[in-house]
């Protein structure tokens, strides 16, 4: 699909194409490319493709902007004395194969970061935290439940522990009492000297 430029961008074009990015990440970046942008993908990647991807990315001189790489931090409100080992197993489950190999989950955004680095980049980082509330209930109620579930799966935690984590997250998000900070990265790269 290709599409024209509008009135903000009369130049922009955008065209998009189906590649499985973990068998054929060449052919992602052949052609005119200005720029590689990625969103939620790079805690889902390993160590090793990212490393392909800065590579790639730096001998075609390009730069790079990665949205969203999740980087581990996460402060709950209220407090709960279970919220660190469900976390823990939920870097667990987030580090599991999805596809590219074992994935960097919580470690994304630092790996990128020093990818960049050392093919030269000029690498530049910010905070672009996730904050839910108690109006987000809907996303918090899919989170904890996906959370609880992650934490079953790698089996870190009794199963009374999990529920009764479960429990209380829900409870206080049925009182309006509940929210959540997750740490996420946006990180921008550019070959040094470029323009």
Same mark, same amino acid.
């Given at each position: 699909m290709?599409?024209a430029?509008?009135a903000s961008?009369?130049?922009?074009?955008?065209?998009?194409?189906?590649?499985?990015?973990?068998?054929?990440l060449e052919?992602?970046?052949?052609?005119?490319?200005?720029?590689?942008?990625?969103?939620?993908?790079?805690?889902?990647?390993?160590d090793?493709?990212?490393?392909? $991807?800065?590579? *790639?990315? +730096?001998a =075609?001189g390009?730069?790079?902007?990665? #949205?969203?790489? %999740?980087?581990?931090?996460?402060?709950?409100?209220?407090f709960?004395?279970l919220?660190?080992?469900?976390?823990?197993?939920?870097?667990?489950?987030?580090?599991?194969?999805?596809?590219?190999?074992?994935a $960097?989950?919580? *470690?994304? +955004?630092? =790996?990128?970061?020093?990818?960049?680095? #050392?093919?030269? %980049?000029l690498?530049?980082n910010?905070?672009?935290?996730?904050?839910?509330?108690?109006?987000?209930?809907?996303?918090?109620?899919?989170?904890?439940?996906?959370?609880?579930?992650?934490?079953?799966?790698?089996?870190?935690?009794?199963?009374?522990?999990?529920?009764?984590?479960?429990?209380?997250?829900?409870?206080?998000?049925?009182q309006?009492?509940?929210s959540?900070?997750?740490?996420?990265?946006?990180?921008?790269?550019?070959?040094?000297?470029?323009?």
């Amino acid at each position: 699909m290709l599409l024209a430029g509008n009135a903000s961008f009369p130049r922009a074009r955008v065209t998009t194409a189906l590649i499985d990015l973990a068998r054929d990440l060449e052919a992602a970046l052949d052609g005119s490319l200005d720029l590689v942008t990625t969103s939620a993908l790079l805690d889902l990647v390993s160590d090793s493709w990212l490393e392909r $991807l800065a590579f *790639d990315i +730096a001998a =075609r001189g390009l730069p790079f902007y990665a #949205a969203l790489s %999740y980087d581990g931090r996460v402060t709950f409100e209220p407090f709960d004395p279970l919220d660190a080992a469900i976390i823990a197993a939920v870097h667990n489950h987030q580090r599991r194969d999805k596809g590219f190999g074992p994935a $960097l989950g919580p *470690d994304a +955004a630092k =790996r990128t970061i020093a990818m960049f680095e #050392a093919v030269g %980049y000029l690498v530049i980082n910010a905070a672009a935290d996730w904050v839910l509330k108690s109006h987000d209930q809907d996303m918090l109620a899919a989170l904890f439940d996906g959370w609880a579930s992650a934490a079953r799966e790698v089996g870190q935690q009794s199963p009374p522990e999990i529920a009764t984590w479960f429990t209380h997250r829900r409870d206080a998000l049925s009182q309006e009492k509940s929210s959540i900070r997750l740490g996420h990265v946006d990180v921008f790269a550019a070959p040094i000297g470029r323009r």
